[in-house]
């Protein structure tokens, strides 16, 4: 963690960006305390198309890269859960 970084105090999905996207995209989440987080990639229909993150987190602002070069253009779903903690967010995959 940097200096002068602050927690976050609630877990938090963030807004894929950039948003559309093609190929890759970053997902930030916030972590209150350490927890484990599982994010993982729905197409429309429901699917599981990708694990995004499955571990646990110490307390922070985390990120990871979504590489969907292998992925249809299209509306996909990113969902974080965490306990009883549960977000989700719409990205859009643009070829």
């Known amino acids: 963690m940097e200096e002068g970084d602050v927690l976050p105090t609630e877990f938090s999905l963030g807004q894929n960006q950039p948003n559309p996207f093609n190929p890759v995209t970053t997902i930030r989440f916030g972590v209150p305390e350490k927890a484990r987080?599982?994010?993982?990639?729905?197409?429309?229909?429901g699917r599981e198309v990708r694990e995004i993150a499955d571990d646990e987190f110490d307390p922070g602002f985390h990120e990871r890269v979504l590489r969907a070069s292998d992925l249809s253009s299209g509306v996909y779903f990113c969902r974080m859960v965490s306990g009883n903690f549960t977000q989700s967010r719409k990205l859009l995959l643009l070829k």
């Open 37 to 45: 987080v599982t994010i993982m990639l729905y197409d429309v229909a």
